[in-house]
């Protein structure tokens, strides 16, 4: 069964505390991504990565960053948390242009 | 950018047909659509490459229009596991070729009473 693991599913942060949200995937897939879903805007693409030590800014990438020192792992980075980053943060894994796999997501909530 | 979908919500019976728009103003290299349940990750159900393509299986299918610029998704003979949100996802064609990153619209919510 593929599967892509996302460490915490949820989370209680305060305002200005930086924050790991770590993915792990076990398909040897080259892509990954993470997006954040809010309720009325859907699924909104934050970074992706097509190789390891390799990013590309999505559509919202203010106040994140990203690492990939491993080809199965890719991590979130909230340098300093705020509270409109309050969200459900989701990871995906996928081969080029093909079937995006997605974890379980993580609830974020800054306050 | 993120594509256009239509409806945003859809109520029907059981038996009854729906179809969801995704639409885009640049031409597309790749449409994707997926279904996510409440409480649950978004599955993938199937991904439209060539303009004037139409693919599917058993009573849900989807067609790219010629120009790669407009998907629907047809649901045809609704049953209440059809019930959820529906986001169509596109890849945009970069001018030296090669795709993007996958963007989502912002979903159409579909309810199917018995």
């Known amino acids: 069964d593929v599967k892509v693991t996302q460490s915490s599913r949820y989370l209680v942060k305060r305002t200005g505390e930086k924050v790991f949200l770590e993915c792990v995937q076990d398909?040897?897939?080259?892509?990954m991504f993470w997006y954040r879903q809010d309720p009325g805007l859907g699924l909104r693409l934050i970074y992706f990565?097509?190789?390891?030590?390799?990013?590309e800014k999505g559509d919202i990438p203010e106040g994140y960053s990203v690492s990939r020192e491993k080809k199965e792992r890719f991590s979130l980075i909230l340098e300093s948390a705020s509270t409109n980053q309050t969200s459900m943060y989701l990871c995906a894994s996928g081969l080029a242009t093909g079937e995006l796999f997605f974890g379980e997501g993580s609830r974020l909530t800054v306050l | 950018q993120q594509p256009v979908q239509s409806p945003q919500a859809v109520i029907l019976r059981e038996g009854e047909d729906a179809v969801i728009n995704c639409s885009s103003s640049?031409?597309?290299?790749?449409v994707h659509w997926y279904r996510q349940k409440h409480g649950e990750a978004p599955v993938f159900l199937m991904i439209?490459?060539?303009?004037?393509e139409q693919k599917g299986h058993d009573k849900i299918s989807a067609s790219f229009n010629e120009k790669k610029q407009q998907s629907s998704l047809y649901l045809t003979a609704s049953q209440l596991s059809y019930s959820g949100t529906y986001f169509c996802?596109?890849?945009?064609?970069?001018?030296?070729?090669?795709?993007?990153?996958?963007?989502f619209g912002k979903g159409t919510h579909l309810i199917i009473q018995p």
């Open positions: 439209l490459l060539k303009g004037g």
């Open positions: 996802g596109t890849e945009k064609v970069y001018s030296g070729g090669g795709a993007d990153g996958l963007t």
């Open positions: 398909m040897d897939h080259e892509n």
């Open positions: 640049k031409a597309l290299y790749s």
């Open positions: 990565s097509y190789d390891v030590k390799m990013k």
